[in-house]
């Protein structure tokens, strides 16, 4: 209403307003107090709550909530629900059973003062349905909102209609149980953040406290904490250093094998833990389908763990941090645990979805800051919340794609798989990715290739150094003999503080020091395994540097086909979950995996003079060589010792192999030949063999410098030489 439209009456120039004039300027019912929202947004979940036939779940985003903008989107979910008489005499069993999701993209919003209309198109998620309009009703009355009136109307159908009372001012709900091992288990268990505490921070930023439960509120996820279900897991064994991936799989399949309920559900693990074996590890994913329901089937996508002992979090403390330093160890402790979490929701890393300057949770800071494409720095510019197509998924996403234990990790979030992959590139690249491999593998016999970086620049140039997909810096393509191209999916997804790496310029007096190189196992990952057919493959990978993609080459390889009937029944008993994951796991001593372990030693100890047994045997003898351990009552116990010997003996055949090739076979292993020489000089230490291990890297040493491998890895071993 415009006032300046309005005639000033006399009683209002005095400073009295009578109540004739009052009407004239508030033209409202005497009940007009009843239109007031008193209980704030309508936004969040409605349910019809229907006892029996079809259901509805309705999520309606139509208005901002606090640091989160709204999506203005509506969406939901059917359901049905049967009653069964399982056993005569007794009550009846009901069942509600999910049908399917769809969402509507851009809903027309019709305010009025006392409810809301929505219209729209709606788009079904899976499956064929007629083109289908919708209309929603939102009242409010006396400060009580809802039910909201839904009419779906299909073309050509029945219209169906539902009454939904407003559930949750959160569009999701989830439980997270946090078990703690003994070694942390000290204040601050969980992460709290005043938003001001750092003085590098958004000049807009809005102050407030964040913890686990107002960041994924703010994103519209109701969390519960099971704070009075926490475990506390007894790490102090004195032969026990760190977590393996191994062990954490094992911790995995024991608590989700125990696990009550069915999956797909809404419910999370997460386990804070002291140490990663791999130092720089601050976070990880679990994304392996445990045991619950048969080994290897789902669910995924269901835990996560946090390392307290890493250096990000050294200036820890319970309370008040003192000064930026304190502040920033408890927004990265925030960081890991809103980011780790936020994988469980098949939300991938930004620049995996091409979003490489997102200001976003599952965006690296130090990634951002590195790219040139990215204006400032990270948490000089993040608002603290997740981006908005982020938001859309959270919220409105495909269910089964969201919730955990429903559809494996990134589907859907990824490139388009189409030819374009394979496509030849364009323009000048400061970076030579490059994929180095044989040529032909036998069937089963592990696929191991090698990436290399190259420095084209006239200058020297900065990567990370971290290769391995689990990182999340290069993704790795393949295109299958039958024409579909899929995307290697790691097992594990690692949170890691960079690694940086200057490439020196190509005519360096130091030879070899314009590139890096490392060897990537790509046989078994969340797609199980990827060269399970013979004929002819081809794989590309693009590596993430500052927010620019940069394409390797198309390398093609052959997967050879079973010589004889003996070797088909070995490979149907080879493609299975527990040999895939105890190969990937550099071999496991966990119960669950037992079959695949004992299938794989076999192999390795029939076989050992062809490359699958070699290649196997070199694979899993990791495991062999340390101490396993398992949580055995809340007690993280040793239940197999280390056994160095027996690695060593597992690992000879592959060493006699790498020593025969000649010429480019050769060449192609010698990142390999390298990586195992340094781990059986680690076993032959243990068992107080210096001189026989000096032996061996010295061999190793002078094997490679006949190959032509240059002077920066020559100069590493001679370093490892020395310290024997």
């Known amino acids: ?164 009372s407003l ?16 070694s942390v288990n000290s204040d601050p268990i969980l992460p709290s953040y005043d938003t001001y505490a750092h003085s590098v ?84 994913m679990f994304d392996a389908g445990a045991s619950y329901g048969g080994a290897g089937q789902p669910p995924d996508r269901q835990g996560f763990a946090v390392f307290r002992k890493h250096s990000w979090f050294d200036k820890l403390v319970a309370g008040t941090p003192a000064g930026d330093e304190q502040a920033d160890a408890m927004r990265q402790y925030l960081y890991c645990w809103i980011h780790e979490a936020g994988h469980a929701f098949n939300l991938l890393h930004s620049w995996n979805k091409n979003r490489s300057c997102a200001l976003s949770w599952m965006n690296y800071p130090w990634m951002y800051d590195q790219n040139q494409q990215c204006l400032g720095t990270f948490w000089s510019k993040f608002m603290m919340r997740f981006d908005d197509e982020e938001l859309i998924h959270i919220r409105h996403g495909y269910l089964l794609s969201v919730v955990m234990g429903g559809d494996p990790w990134a589907s859907g979030g990824h490139f388009e798989m189409s030819s374009s992959v394979m496509a030849p590139t364009i323009g000048e690249m400061p970076l030579e990715l490059l994929i180095r491999s044989k040529n032909y593998f036998d069937l089963m016999e592990p696929v191991v290739i090698e990436l290399r970086l190259r420095n084209l620049m006239d200058i020297p140039i900065t990567i990370e150094e971290k290769l391995k997909p689990e990182f999340g810096n290069t993704t790795l393509f393949i295109h299958r003999p039958d024409g579909k191209i899929v995307e290697f ?27 890096y190189s490392d060897t990537i196992f790509f046989n078994y990952g969340k797609g199980g395994f990827y060269f399970d057919t013979p004929g002819e493959y081809m794989l590309r990978a693009f590596y993430n540097a500052n927010g620019l993609l940069i394409p390797s080459n198309v ?24 040999v895939g994951m105890s190969l990937y796991l550099h071999g496991s001593r966990s119960p669950f995996l037992s079959e695949g372990m004992d299938f794989l030693t076999c192999l390795a100890e029939t076989s050992p003079d062809t490359m699958l047994g070699a290649k196997v045997g070199s694979r899993i003898a990791p495991s062999i060589g340390r101490p396993f351990f ?68 010295s061999v190793l040493k002078d094997d490679l410098s006949k190959r032509g491998v240059n002077e920066v890895v020559l100069n590493e071993i001679d370093a490892l030489e020395k310290t024997l």
């Open 630 to 697: 398992r949580i055995i009552g809340n007690t993280l116990t040793m239940t197999h010792n280390a056994e160095p010997k027996k690695a060593l003996q597992m690992t000879e055949p592959a060493v006699e192999l790498y020593r025969s090739l000649k010429g480019t076979e050769a060449k192609l292993t010698n990142i390999s030949y390298n990586k195992l020489i340094r781990g059986r000089a680690n076993f032959l230490t243990r068992l107080g063999q210096k001189t026989k291990a000096k032996e061996e890297v």
């Open 167 to 182: 559930t949750s001012d959160c569009f999701r709900s989830m439980n997270l149980e946090v078990d703690v091992c003994k």
């Open 555 to 578: 390398q093609k390889i052959r997967i050879g086909s079973p010589t004889s009937r003996n070797s088909d029944i070995l490979a149907t008993e080879f493609f299975t979950y527990p």
């Open 1 to 164: 209403m415009n006032l300046e439209n309005i005639p000033a009456s006399q009683d209002m120039m005095s400073g009295e307003v009578s109540s004739e004039t009052f009407d004239k300027l508030f033209p409202f019912p005497p009940d007009w107090w009843k239109c007031l929202r008193l209980t704030g947004s309508i936004c969040g979940e409605y349910s019809s709550q229907q006892l029996f036939g079809r259901g509805l779940v309705l999520r309606v985003d139509i208005e901002p909530r606090s640091n989160s903008p709204s999506m203005n989107r509506i969406s939901g979910d059917f359901y049905k629900t049967y009653l069964s008489f399982v056993t005569p005499g007794k009550p009846p069993k009901i069942s509600t059973i999910y049908q399917e999701s769809w969402i509507v993209d851009s809903p027309s919003i019709k305010w009025t003062r006392c409810a809301v209309g929505i219209t729209g198109k709606v788009r079904f998620w899976k499956g064929t349905h007629p083109a289908t309009e919708i209309q929603v009703s939102i009242p409010w009355n006396s400060g009580k909102i809802g039910p909201a009136e839904v009419t779906f109307l299909p073309s050509g159908g029945n219209k169906e209609q539902y009454t939904c």
């Open 489 to 515: 999916n790691p097992i594990f997804c690692q949170l890691n503080s960079p690694t940086i790496k200057a490439l020196d310029v190509s005519d360096s007096c130091v030879e070899g020091a314009d590139r």
């Open 201 to 284: 921070r958004p000049v807009d930023l809005k102050r407030r406290t964040l913890d686990i439960e107002n960041a994924y509120w703010e994103a519209g996820v109701k969390v519960d904490i099971r704070g009075s279900e926490r475990t506390i897991i007894d790490d102090s064994d004195s032969k026990f250093d760190r977590w393996s991936p191994a062990e954490l799989h094992d911790a995995m399949e024991q608590h989700f094998s125990q696990y009550p309920r069915k999956w797909p559900n809404w419910e999370m693990w997460g386990l804070l833990a002291g140490l990663f074996e791999n130092d720089g590890t601050a976070g990880i």
